[in-house]
Structure formats: structure tokens, C-alpha cells
């Protein structure tokens, strides 16, 4: 008989329909797990070391969801997310005890995925760089900057670059792989805090908090007097609006998410579209899922970025699964520095990274 | 001493700031014109025989204009446009009395065209057609239709392709080009004899009525129960929010024009534009200026259809100058049916094509 032991989980509840501001949709509530899979399961059993906190989640925690891509969570089950995950037994013959893996997974101690989840996991493989970039630059985070600003924007050296949601998981790297192009980049950002780290920290040429700015299109004319040549947008409603006033003709825009939008009834309405007419931009809204078979040729890229410094990269993590659904919410009203990771096994110090 | 001819012109007395749904803003006036060029002026007189109606004057008819490509006309100024006309006399050696010549002149009977207007002027070489048709189908319209669809939809055979304003200038060339590249294609226009048209004499599989439908939502739900793979937009505002509900995924949304917009004091406000990201839709605009390096060859493809009558044209044309304001007034309000042209010397029966 295999060991049972406590297995954390963070269960939906309730739908959230209209705000998102706290966690009271969501339960932690303790189960038990046997770590053993059943053979012929084709099963593998992971404890999951670090979760992701995305954007993306609070429009699975919608009754509608996002169709086609983002359906609904079912009710009363363990959400899922990426995250980073050690092996611990697996009927899989391509995963083995004590592997390191990324992928999705579940919000819990310990999942037993099967397929079509355990396809998504990655087996990392370098493990001299912390674990928990896995779920941040060295993964979805990182290739969505990668395929949303290379594939997507079509970059050149000296252009004019904006970045909304700058200091978010996906922002900062942004913003740093156009300075390696060479490029002017500009953030935004909700705090002063994160336009220090911004200036000082990750190599913007410029930012500014959007919250002190009552006329964002003056702020945006003012910082770039030139216009914007590329726009990452993270954020949506009125500062992609205004952005659209004070695009360069031949402009691009990529529209990776839209996050000042999610908790809204109603989005936003946009009324400066006809920009795109007479500056001939190019919008063009992506997910990365299609950029996964990109992946290894994206780390042989940045895995040696990082190494050398070159790229830096900022978390902010919680520890403790409890802690993971408050950590969730407050994505949405900018609470995180960086990246938001869960650190879900904090009181194991070998695991830390 | 050269002969003084009567010169009939349009003048733009006033901007229009609000509506434009009367010609009041604008006045027919005579003047005199000498029939001479000076010599070493490097000009070309003109007559013109055909003017066209296009949506974008109206946005030269606003003070500001709609920078950084339709500057405001000079008040108290003869409006520009394009236009069919004959030679009269030359101060340019490429071209001699006589020639028929296509593009940018002004609304009067004669013009003296200067560098740089010179410039913009075609040479007519291919008679066998109706000469009005080259500010039509063989000009700005259908070179519009012709990049904006093929170069800007990227489309293939089978695909979903939806028009709005099917029977104007440029959407009855794209429909037809749609068709003809193996497409299932649905037009939209605002009156029952252009729905007749598009289905019965243009070749559209199915068209409607966008005044007789209270939600254009479920509207394009019940022609595209499989949604669009292309949208070529001459509408904007209410339509193209709909249509972005109604995309499918890898779409590709052509900004031709807004026409539905240019007369609001304030653009409607587009709510759906998250679909962008979870149908990875490409939205562009563009301006046909940037294809005129392509026109030859557009020629090439377009006059062989023409005279194969695998494409049919329709215009509508008023008769003389001093019924062009209201003609151009008209296309706004969808009074047209086809390309609206305006026969400026309808008086000389072997001038008519």
C-alpha cells in the first residue's frame, strides 16, 4: 500500500463575473494523495515546486471563459497553471523519478497528470539557472516576449519602442530584448517603484507611472516627441487608444494581452482605430501555445543571455500555496514587482532556488 | 493673345466640422481660363471629362484634415480629386495635346496642373473601355480593391470573406476579386436594390441589408455560421465590432476605410478588440498611395477581366460639374449605387464613353 500524504490544493469555487479583487472565489482546502501511479496508467506523479501567476487565468475563472482558447475552469475542481515540478513516479517511460519538469500542471503539492497534460511538460535540462525561470523567462513568459516582439513586431535597429505593463513577467523582457536590437524603449508602469526598477535596473531608456498621467496622450507625446514606432501591449483599453494617436507611419502593434480590461463588465471602447487607416499599422493580437514548437531554438537564445547577464529578470514571490491565491489576484491591480511566482514548497531549503 | 474660356469650379467656402449633408460648404463659381500654357512653366492644361467621388475628401473638408496624408484643402480654394482628362496644351515634353491622362487634378472644367500634381498623372493608353473607368476599376478604386485584398488579406481559395459597403467603389471590385480567387463571399450595403445587385449582377453568394438588422452580431452569425476568414472594412464603428466577434482564428481584417465615421463629431467607441488575441487576428490598415509602384502590373491583371467580362463595374454617374457637390455629399449617406463619378462636360456627345 503506498504512502498517503496531505496534498494543499486550490480549488474554484464561484465564478467571478464581475471584479476580481479578491481571492473568495477560491478554496484551499486539504485532500490526500498516494505517490504512487497506478502502472498502465501512463500517468506521471509530480510535486510541484513553483506555480505561475498569469493573466490569462482570471478568464478561465469566467463561466464563459474566453472561448476557444481559454474555456471555463470547472467548478469545484483544482485550478490549473504552469509550473515547475519534480518527478516523483511516472508510468511514462520518457519521465523517470527526480526529473525536473516544466509544464502545466495544478495548483497543488502534488499532481498526477496525465495525458494530454503530461504532453505540455518540457524536462529542463539546465539547472544552473534558478528552477523557477521555468515559469517566467525560460518559459511561457519568456517565449511569449520572444515570438510577441521578434515574430510579431518585426523589429529594427534605432526604432521607437513603447511597452505598457513594463514591469510585468512578460514587459520586462520585452523591453529588454529591444535594447539588445538596439532600439529606444519606453515603459509604463503603476508605481513609482517599478519606474526605478525600470530606469535603474532593467536598461529602459525611459518610464513613467501611467496612474500620475490625467492625459495619456499627452504623456505619450511628450515622451516620444518622434511617435512610437512599436507598440507591446500588455494592458489595453485607454492607453492602447491613446498609443494609437501617436503611432509612426508603417507602425506596428502587438497585442499580447489586455489587462486593465479583464475585471470590467464592458471593455473599454477604443475610438481611435482609424489611425491604423491613415498611419498603415499593423495590429496583430497572438498566443504563444502556436510559438511552442519555437521553444528550444528560443532557449538556445536566451539561456546564454541570462548567463551573461545580459538580460536580467525580476520575480516576486509568495511562499506557501495558501498564499497563492491572493498572490493571483493581485496581478490585476499591479501588486507584483516582476514576475508573480508561488513558491509552494518553501520549508524544503534544498528546493530552493 | 490666348482665347479666354469659361472655367466652371468648385470652391470650398467652409469647413465642415460636424455633418456633411449638404453641399453648402461648397460653391460652383465661374471663372476664365486661357487655353495656353506658359512656355517654360513646365505645366499641363487640362480638360477634365470625369471626376471621382472618394470618401477621403471629406476628410480634407475638417480644418485639421486627417494628418500626415489628407491635409485640410486651402478655403476659398478649387478641390482636388481625381479625375479623367484630356491634354489641351503642354509645357512637358511626356506629353502632347490630345493625351488622355489619369490622376490627381482639380474640380473645374480646365486645370493647369504644376509640379507636383504633374507627377500623379497616368497615361491612358487602353481605349477600348469606358475612360471613366480609370478613376474607377482601372484607377485608385480598383487598385484600393486589388492591394487591399490581395496584398492585405493574404487570402486562399475556400475562405470566409465578408465586405462591408459591397456596393461601392471598391467593394464591388473586391467581392468579384473574392469569387474569383475560389472564396465564399458575403457582401453588406444599406438598401435593398444594392443587396439585388451584389447578388444578382456582381456575384456575391449572399448579401443583406445592415439597416434592416437590429443586431449585426447575430446578423453575421446567421450568414457565417462558421465566421470569417477575411474582412475587408469600408465601414468601421458598429460593423467592425461586430465582425471582430465573428472572426476566425488566424483572421485578417483589410482598413480600407470608415466611412460610417467621418461624419461623427467623436468615432464610435470598439469594445470587442480582445478577440484580436485569443483568435490571433491581423488587423491592418493601408492607403492605396503605397501601391502605386504596382499599378502596371494591377493593369495587367485588371483590363484583361474587364474586357473578358469576368468583371462587371457599376457606376454612378451625375451629370456636370455643378451637380458634383451634391454627388459627392450623396456618397455618405450611401445615395449611390457603384462608384460615384461625375461627368463634368456631359454637353459634348463625343466626349461621352
Request: proline share 5%; hydrophobic share 35%; net charge neutral.
Amino acid at each position: 500500500m503506498a504512502t498517503q500524504v496531505r496534498n494543499e490544493q486550490v480549488i474554484l469555487k464561484n465564478y467571478y463575473k464581475g471584479g476580481f479583487t479578491n481571492e473568495s472565489g477560491m478554496e484551499v482546502k486539504e485532500s490526500t494523495i498516494s505517490l504512487k501511479v497506478a502502472e498502465g496508467s501512463g500517468a506521471v506523479l509530480v510535486k510541484n515546486l513553483y506555480l505561475s501567476c498569469d493573466p490569462y487565468m482570471r478568464l478561465r475563472m469566467h463561466p464563459l471563459g474566453e472561448p476557444p482558447f481559454f474555456p471555463p475552469y470547472p467548478l469545484s475542481s483544482v485550478i490549473t497553471g504552469y509550473g515547475v515540478s519534480r518527478v516523483v513516479d511516472s508510468d511514462k517511460p520518457q519521465f523517470n523519478k527526480g526529473d525536473l519538469v516544466w509544464g502545466l500542471t495544478r495548483w497543488e503539492e502534488y499532481s498526477i497528470l496525465k495525458d494530454p497534460e503530461v504532453q505540455t511538460l518540457f524536462k529542463i535540462e539546465h539547472t544552473d539557472v534558478p528552477l523557477s525561470y521555468y515559469i517566467g523567462i525560460l518559459g511561457m513568459s519568456g517565449l511569449t516576449a520572444y515570438a510577441g516582439f521578434y515574430e510579431v513586431c518585426s523589429p529594427k535597429k534605432g526604432e521607437y519602442v513603447f511597452v505598457s505593463g513594463a514591469s510585468g513577467s512578460v514587459g520586462e523582457i520585452v523591453g529588454q530584448f529591444a535594447k539588445l536590437m538596439g532600439c529606444y524603449v519606453i515603459g509604463s508602469a503603476g508605481s513609482k517603484e517599478k519606474v526605478e526598477l525600470l530606469k535603474n535596473k532593467l536598461g529602459f531608456d525611459e518610464a513613467f507611472n501611467y496612474k500620475e498621467e490625467h492625459d495619456l496622450d499627452s504623456a505619450l507625446k511628450r515622451y516620444f516627441p518622434e511617435g512610437i514606432d512599436i507598440y507591446f501591449d500588455n494592458v489595453g483599453g485607454k492607453m492602447l487608444d491613446a498609443v494609437l494617436l501617436n503611432m509612426r507611419v508603417y507602425g506596428r502593434i502587438s497585442l499580447c494581452g489586455m489587462i486593465s480590461q479583464y475585471n470590467l463588465e464592458q471593455h473599454e471602447g477604443l475610438r481611435n482605430l482609424f489611425s491604423l487607416i491613415v498611419k498603415r499599422i499593423r495590429m496583430k493580437g497572438f498566443v504563444v501555445f502556436d510559438y511552442l514548437p519555437q521553444y528550444s531554438k528560443f532557449l538556445d537564445v536566451v539561456l546564454p543571455q541570462i548567463r551573461e547577464d545580459k538580460i536580467k529578470y525580476v520575480e516576486d514571490r509568495v511562499e506557501g500555496l495558501e498564499n497563492g491565491p491572493a498572490a493571483l489576484v493581485g496581478i490585476y491591480s499591479g501588486r507584483n514587482i516582476g514576475k508573480q511566482v508561488v513558491n509552494t514548497c518553501p520549508i524544503t531549503p534544498k528546493m530552493r532556488h
